[in-house]
């Protein structure tokens, strides 16, 4: 900003004027040149300040430190490319278009956010940060927080793909839809289920989903009900991810050595275990599957490794006789369930999360009874079975004088999960039918073939305004999301194609960053995506991309959100580290 006098004319007397310009808070205000003694004392004075925005900060909730490169690789729990999509999104819609807090970090200010960048270093992993923190001085002066994120280079995704692609889970989508209308009206997940699946479980490529399958009894596909990765993550469930999960769950198997993409089609499961108490902890006494048919595919006595101290009778129906004979241990059921379920099997039960810890097991595609049912329109508090049966199929359950019968229970939640697939996603949950106004937005998307939609709808859904740049190698792939972008929306809302969203192809990486800071003031969202030449000396690189990452921080506006992402490598996971200009920095 000029400080330098002005100069003008007066126009009584045509002699010169020297005007100040006096800054308060950011806003200008004139005053002509009077002598000091002319000036009204401060408490007369008329000028009227105003009040400088509070600057945005961001920080971490225990889900974004347990995810910090300041935690022991062995006990960090590395966040998802989901993660880091939603923060953008969060970012550019601000708080009042969240249906929940993120569960990783937090927006102090969040409205305050003046703009958002985001600079994709693709060829770079974890490794390189690790490695060459310490010289790259500035950036590691700007950003404090620093979190590691499996990215699709681990599994040979595509990163522009799932840059792209808004990572919300089917079941978060809905809800949405019906608290915020149309601000994800144009939703679409299963990509981004297999996406974020394949990111932690071995799932070969393969189409997931198939609308045209569902069946007469069903008026959606059940794969709408299954967790997202994160959920799974959020609900305790056991995943293979690196670090401190990987080694927490170091004993436990999965149920298929490599498993096929979930379709409306494939097969769902009801399970449920029966637990005592051992000198170790709660572990497995039996266990039960059930098939859609409601027939008994497998039942098993299981005697733990440990002495029993508590049998649990009044809950688990298990008494020290009925395991007097009993000869099965734990790996026979682990092998016996990996050789009965299907590669794309849905297991289905009541916080099936306890059974899996139980049986030591991991399995990817879950729906569970107690998160898709809702009895007081609160998502914190989950119902019990028990009241589910009776509620929603008039069956009295868990009666028996000899405790809980684990066929009856894993038949009463395959029985729930049917019976909501015949009305619609939102029977049965309290938390969706507060919401009856945007019933007719649920049902145009759910009967809507949308495979894939882009953060770009939103941003043009929000009249928000974007620009991506990079080289031809990497904006080919861009440009498919933009125009599905504009195509999507433009039929939605019979509007001209929309241009908010601009995507800029330049001749080398120098000149993605330069047109970066030139463009930040004049778009919402900038993301410069750059890959990186992978035979280029690693030190001179590294200085390169130190003095980039400067030069964007600093043509940056106060209160904007930058972001970094490392994206990672076929062996390593990548990083993103993020901070607000002009937001304390606390060490």
Known sequence: MDHRPETNMNINSGEPVTKKR?????????????QKSELPPLSQKKETRIRKKPVASIRLKNSGENAALTVPTDNRV??????????????????????????????????????????????LSIKHWEKYRETMLKTKKIFNLVVEIVTPSVYNGSLVRELAL????????????????????????????????RAIFPVRNGVSENFENISLEEKFSRTQLILSAWQLIEENYPVPLNGKLRKLYADYVMSKDEYSPVTATSPMFGLDCEMCITRVGSELTRISVVNEKHEVVYESLVKPYNSITDYVTRYSGITKSILENVTKRLEDVQTELRELLPPDAILVGQSLNTDLHALKMMHPYIIDTSLIYNLNGERSKKPKLKALAREFLNEDIQNQRGGHCSVEDSLACLKLVQLKLSRNVE?????????????????????????????FNHVIEQKKTSL?????NITGDYHTYLKQAKESLCNQFKKNKSKKVKLITVDTVENVIDTVKKSVDDYHLVMGHIKLDQSSDDTQMINKIDEWIEGVWSSLQESALCVIVFGGSTDDNGVAMMNVKGATIIK
């Open 22 to 34: 006096r800054t308060y808070n950011d806003c200008e205000t004139e005053t002509t040149g009077k």
């Open 78 to 123: 590395p966040l998802l490319l989901t993660d880091v999509q939603y923060l953008l999104l969060h970012s550019l819609l601000g708080n009042i278009n969240l249906i929940q807090p993120p569960r990783w970090y937090v927006i102090d200010k969040c409205n305050n956010v003046s703009q958002t960048t985001c600079i994709i270093l693709e060829g």
């Open 166 to 197: 808004v990572p919300l889970s089917e079941s978060e989508k809905e809800t949405i839809i019906q608290q915020y209308g149309s601000m994800n009206l144009a939703l679409e997940v299963r990509k981004d289920l297999m996406i974020m699946m």
């Open 427 to 455: 029977f049965g949950d309290a938390v969706h039918l507060k919401r009856q106004t945007f019933k007719q937005n649920i049902l145009k998307v759910a009967t809507q073939q949308q495979y894939a939609c882009s953060i």
């Open 468 to 472: 991506v740049v990079g080289c031809d």
